[in-house]
């Protein structure tokens, strides 16, 4: 891991804030604009060009690979996911395989049952709707069997290049964790985190906030010594304090 040396300028603030975002809506977090500009200052020199872990060879397998994601760790949907897209990487292959072969494939991933039965019915409805491509709207693809927000996202990030932000378990977590985009539903902490992250870090944002929690801000006992923005932190269970109630704003665009 890259030492990233805060900028003498940036200092946490002392009191609990909020800030404003793009929309006209309010919204809530203990960090104002420096802050967070600075937050992912570090992550962007921390890991310059953050990669999903899911292993895939086009926009197809992609969609597949994420859907088996649920409720499974990446490195075990690769293992499965590997001698699978050997043989049928395009949903004309997919369905030509059948289910039951799908199920014998990914029998080591949880629910595989039920997830070998939506890759077919994805398959199925690619061919059939959409000539056998994967569309590039998010209101498309949560169309498909299995498919939910946060796969969306994913794809539309990685495949189509676009800004989104796919609010997995770390990223729920640490947006709650260090007061950063606080919310109740993974929808709400997306809506935050999308209007508080500057634009010029947004197409990266959620590939840093997923490995940050994955490798240093974990679940169970979170590693602050080498954490890159450990001194702007602002997470309660760190300093042992009930933080300050959340001030609303009206939010102004950045």
């Known amino acids: 891991m890259k030492n990233v040396k805060p900028e003498s300028s940036i200092k946490p603030a002392k009191a609990k804030t909020a800030t404003t975002g793009r929309a006209g809506s309010r919204l809530k977090t203990v ?6 500009e600075e937050i992912f200052r570090r992550f962007s020199i921390q890991r310059p060009e ?5 292993e895939h060879v086009n926009p197809f397998t992609l969609v597949v690979a994420v859907a088996l994601s649920a409720q499974a ?3 075990g949907v690769n293992k499965a996911t590997r001698a699978l897209f050997a043989i049928a990487d395009t949903p004309e292959k997919m369905v030509a395989l059948g289910e ?11 629910l595989y049952r039920n997830k070998a039965k939506n890759v077919i019915a994805l398959s199925e409805k690619l061919i059939a ?12 693809l949560i169309t498909l069997p299995g498919v939910g927000r946060k796969t969306a996202n994913v794809v539309l990030s990685m495949a189509f290049g676009q800004a989104t932000m796919a609010v997995d378990t770390h990223i729920f977590r640490i947006a709650n964790r260090l007061c950063l985009a606080p919310g109740k ?12 992250i500057p634009d010029h870090y947004l197409y990266h944002a959620h590939h840093w906030l997923i490995l940050h929690g994955r490798y240093c801000c974990k679940a169970r006992k979170p590693e602050c010594e080498r954490c890159v923005i450990a001194d702007i932190c602002k997470a309660a269970e760190k300093t042992n304090e009930i933080p300050a109630p959340l001030v ?5 665009v950045i």
């Open 31 to 36: 960090y104002n604009k420096a802050e967070i």
């Open 50 to 54: 953050p990669k999903g872990e899911l």
């Open 73 to 75: 760790t990446d490195a």
């Open 100 to 110: 039951e072969r799908v199920r014998d494939y990914i029998k080591t991933i949880g």
């Open 129 to 140: 709707e959409y000539g056998g491509e994967v569309p590039r709207t998010r209101e498309e």
């Open 185 to 196: 539903t993974p929808d709400e902490v997306e809506s935050q985190l999308m209007r508080i």
């Open 248 to 252: 609303e704003l009206p939010a102004q």
